[in-house]
């Protein structure tokens, strides 16, 4: 049989190459198209040394992984069944499992691999990165001894190793994709919750209007406003947590009406729940018809202990008003003193009492005061939010435009919610267009007929 010519054997020489080129390119494809696809992370790892033998040509590969706790895992070994398969999982699983030679991430165990495995064995070992952080390392090895880890074999185990810190990261994002929607949907509950426990509007109370209006800053806020009716009989005739109808407004011939604003300090979930338990309590100490001190110090008592360890407090301002007498009764928690605008005088008065932080200190005294209310007299409640909203320079609302805005509203002889809408919009021309409210922000308008 004839020698094949140069010209032949140059021919056969790059056949097999292109043939091998396109094993390659086939071979990087198909993980390509398993790294889009997967849904299911330790499926894709199963491939991977595989894959990195096929395109290296060797014998066997290996996936050694570096979990947050600080243990090596052998994530997956691929070899020909054998004697060679069998010493080389020993190996590794030797080397990792060696608590006398800790293994920290950073370490190069491939080393030690090969000192485990001894001669004859030509062993390449990459590591899989992430964000500079070493995760894992992908191993390559063969038997022959003529094998030899060139450029090319070394960039394709790369390669394969960075498809690997891929499919890692995109696992990982998902499963924090996943809690976030957990947690959204969460707060979704939560900011309906809240919601349902505020007044779905305002009762209509016997000699005065009511408006109010709760914006939070975030789905979930620390404002708390309510209307209370502190009278057994009106009690008992609606049921306390009683729901009227939109057409049916609340109504009391003569019964009392508590009136409350408060702020818990801080946003978000925890705000939200300690709100919730503040309505709850304050609403069961204002049925035994106390006077607003004295139900403001049983409150501070009963919630010490829930906040005590929290490191959260709550501000609030507590009134009644008796249709009768045509007064208000009221006591503050160290919450901002609502306005009151007395339409004859044409004049701002502050309604303020001593008294501490709701949760600061059990044994706290509260002071109370009262004020005859007469006809187009007007009564401001807000919270912080509203004079602690800043614009894009930096300055802040503050009690003065404050007050200035509310005297101008009640000038007009406006009615409560037209007095609500135009505090709001003077608050928003403030703050303007471009910038959102960093705190919550709410009112309630109390004004005689």
């Known amino acids: 049989m004839p020698e094949p010519t140069p010209v032949f054997a140059l021919k056969a020489l790059v056949a097999r190459l292109h043939r091998e080129q396109n094993k390659t390119q086939d071979l990087l494809s198909s993980l390509g198209f398993a790294l889009r696809s997967f ?14 033998s096929r395109v290296t040509d060797a014998e066997g590969g290996s996936l050694v992984l570096f979990k947050p706790d600080g243990q090596v895992r052998l994530q997956r070994l691929h070899c020909q069944e054998g004697q060679s398969c069998v010493n080389l999982r020993k190996a590794i699983d030797a080397v990792i499992r060696d608590d006398s030679h800790p293994l920290p991430i950073s370490q190069d165990i491939d080393r030690r691999i090969a000192d485990y495995l001894g001669q004859g064995i030509q ?14 390392r992908l191993y390559v090895f063969s038997y022959d001894p003529q094998y030899t880890w060139n450029e ?61 209006r709760c914006q939070t800053a975030n789905r979930v806020g620390g404002d708390y406003y309510d209307f209370i009716p502190t009278t057994h009989d009106l009690v008992r005739s609606r049921g306390f947590d009683a729901k009227p109808a939109p057409e049916e407004p609340i109504h ?72 009768e007498t ?20 044409r004049e701002i008065l502050r ?22 209310l007469e006809a187009g007299d007007t009564i401001l409640y807000y919270t912080d939010g509203f004079t602690e909203a800043s614009n894009p320079k930096g300055d802040r609302f503050d009690e003065e435009n404050l007050i200035e805005a509310f005297k101008t509203a009640c000038s007009r002889q406006a009615d409560p919610n037209d007095i609500l809408n135009a505090m709001f919009d003077a608050v928003w021309d403030f703050i303007g267009p471009h910038k959102s409210n960093d705190d919550d922000m709410t009112l309630v308008v109390l004004q005689k007929r």
């Not at 949907?185 to 007044?199: D, F, K, V, W």
């Open 152 to 212: 090319a074999r070394r960039k394709l185990v790369q390669l394969v190793a960075d498809q690997t810190a891929v499919a890692i990261v995109n696992d990982e994002l998902a499963a924090e994709l996943r809690q976030k929607q957990r947690l959204d949907r969460e707060l979704e509950i939560g900011a309906e919750i809240q919601l349902r426990l505020l007044p779905s509007q305002c009762p209509r109370i016997d000699g005065i209007q009511l408006a109010a």
């Open 39 to 52: 849904n299911n992370l330790n499926q894709f790892l199963e491939l991977i040394p595989l894959v990195a």
């Open 326 to 345: 045509r007064q208000l009764a009221y006591s503050n928690a160290a919450h901002t003193p609502p306005l009151l605008w007395k339409a004859q005088r």
């Open 123 to 136: 062993l390449y070992g990459t590591p899989i990165s992430i964000r500079n952080e070493e995760r894992g």
């Open 252 to 323: 009391s011939e003569h019964g009392r009406w508590g009136i409350a604003i408060g702020d818990v300090m801080g946003k978000g979930v925890p705000a939200g729940l300690i709100m919730t338990l503040t309505r709850g309590m304050l609403r069961s100490e204002a049925l035994n018809q106390h006077s607003p001190a004295r139900i403001l110090k049983h409150l501070n008592r009963a919630m010490y202990a829930d906040l005590e360890n929290s490191h959260r407090f709550v501000t609030l301002f507590y009134s009644e008003y008796n249709p």
């Open 351 to 372: 309604l303020d009492t001593w008294g501490m932080l709701v949760g600061l200190d059990a044994e706290t005294e509260y002071e109370e005061d009262s004020v005859i």
